[in-house]
């Protein structure tokens, strides 16, 4: 990186030297039909999207600036917490309380002449398509799975709109970490693998079997949740667990210490027994830091056509930490059953004897749906319905009977709605053949 020293830009001619080689000479990846000329003026128009402005927004707005781009957006609701500064270099502690969007905002067009980057403190559902439209390429840095599925709905509505647009097709390049593991993709909307089709990629972490826990812990996690679930409620040491009381975390932890000792396996600390409890994962800058950095390496190849884009052939790079360094691209296949960006039905796979309320509990931890509050209904009848409450409270008896008694039958299309996605799922029914013994 060249002159970011001081709060001055120093002197711009150095400072883009070597980037602005690389966007003015054709190199051997260069798309050779693209125009030199074209393409700077291309790039310098090009508005981009940034959603999250927390470890990975603060990362990606940075290098968008030192990439020179020039227009950019930020949409981030949150307020800065102290225990972001660790990470979240672009706040400081009298930022603390004020909007992380804007405050990221005036920290990078301070430090980079040039570039306008405009803060939006909102929910990105408070925005409708009209807005998105304006865009060339939207980054995503979030930590949440429904924000990512609600964006990646939008964008894939906005190119199925478009038929034969190609402006309507906005770029999704999508960042996610988690502790030293992370993974880049890009998606070119109703053209590629979406979010919705890699959502299996996400799976909801597999619950630890309460025997395991019970009775032969191994790793000082099976012991901190045998303090938290069983111990707990054997001793009942305070009327309710308050996770955020470090009394009450203290004695959690004492607990599973003394149970972690007694089978030798070591690990067991007070910041892990708070993490397990309240089922957090550390947030680590460095993987942040290179997450951003080949997300933003997407978006400079896409709008300087300097080099080959991941999509539409190897589309997602996973990143892992955890053991020495290991980075591995391939290709997420589209599905042609996928809820936003497909077309056909999936397959729902239900034991008939088994009841609705189930079907209903078992969508939240389904890898391939991952529904919190989930309506179903099926031709000509509601099965059961969430909101309003009128509703809900008609069909909440449903929950009880079994699909069969329901008069449900195999290959049947049945429709879920979830308050949280604008889109429904579809789905046929699929009768497990029963377990031979
Ligand atoms: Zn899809």
């Given amino acids: 990186m060249a002159t970011a020293t001081g709060s001055s830009a120093g002197d711009e001619t150095t400072r883009w030297k070597y980037l602005d080689h690389i966007r003015r000479t054709p190199g051997p990846f260069t798309d050779p039909d693209a125009v030199a000329e074209e393409n700077l003026a291309q790039f310098d128009k090009f508005k981009v999207l940034v959603i999250g402005a927390g470890g990975l927004g603060c990362e990606i707005l940075k290098n968008l600036a030192m990439s020179r ?79 990512r599925r609600w964006i ?115 690990g067991v600390t007070y910041s892990l027994t708070q993490g397990t409890i309240k089922n957090i994962i550390p947030a680590i800058a460095s993987t942040n830091a290179i997450i951003a950095a080949a997300c933003c390496n997407e978006a400079f190849k896409i709008a300087s056509n300097s080099a080959t884009c991941l999509g539409f052939e190897n589309n997602y790079m996973m990143y892992s930490g955890n053991d020495s360094i290991y980075t591995y691209t391939f290709k997420h296949e589209k599905k042609d059953d996928c809820p936003v960006c497909g077309r056909q039905a999936r397959p729902l796979e239900v034991d008939p004897a088994s009841t609705l309320g189930d079907l209903i509990d078992s969508f939240a931890v389904r890898p391939e749906a991952q529904l919190k509050k989930p309506s179903i209904r099926a031709e000509g009848k509601t099965l059961y319905m969430q909101v309003p409450p009128s509703l809900e409270e008609q069909t909440r008896p449903n929950l009880k009977k079994t699909i069969a008694e329901l008069g449900l039958e195999n290959g049947q299309q049945v429709v879920v709605t979830d308050p949280a996605f604008p889109l429904e799922f579809n789905f046929f029914l699929r009768f497990k053949e029963k377990a031979s013994a």
Wanted: glycine share 4%; net charge negative.
């Fill in 69 to 147: 781009f020039k227009d950019i957006h930020v949409i981030d609701m949150d307020t800065i917490d102290i225990s972001n500064l660790n990470r979240q270099f672009l706040f400081r502690q009298s930022d603390v309380g004020s909007y992380k969007a804007e405050v990221a905002a005036r920290f990078v067009e301070r430090r980079v002449a040039g570039v306008r980057i405009t803060a939006h403190n909102a929910a990105i559902q408070d925005f409708d398509e009209a807005f998105y439209r304006q865009f060339q390429l939207v980054i995503c840095g979030l930590d949440s799975i429904e924000a």
């Fill in 152 to 266: 990646n709905a939008m964008l894939v509505s906005i190119a199925e709109d478009a038929e034969d647009d190609p402006d309507g097709i906005k770029p999704l390049i999508d960042g996610g970490t988690e502790g030293f593991k992370g993974q880049a993709r890009v998606i070119f909307p109703s053209m590629t693998s979406c979010i919705e089709c890699q959502l299996d990629m996400h799976a909801p972490r597999a619950a630890v079997p309460l025997c395991t826990i019970a009775s032969i812990p191994r790793q000082p996690e099976h012991c901190i949740e045998w303090a938290h679930v069983i111990a707990w409620d054997q001793e009942k040491p305070f009327p309710t667990l308050d996770k955020d009381d470090p009394t009450h975390v203290t004695w959690l932890y004492q607990k599973a210490l003394a149970r972690a000792q007694e089978y030798g396996i070591p």
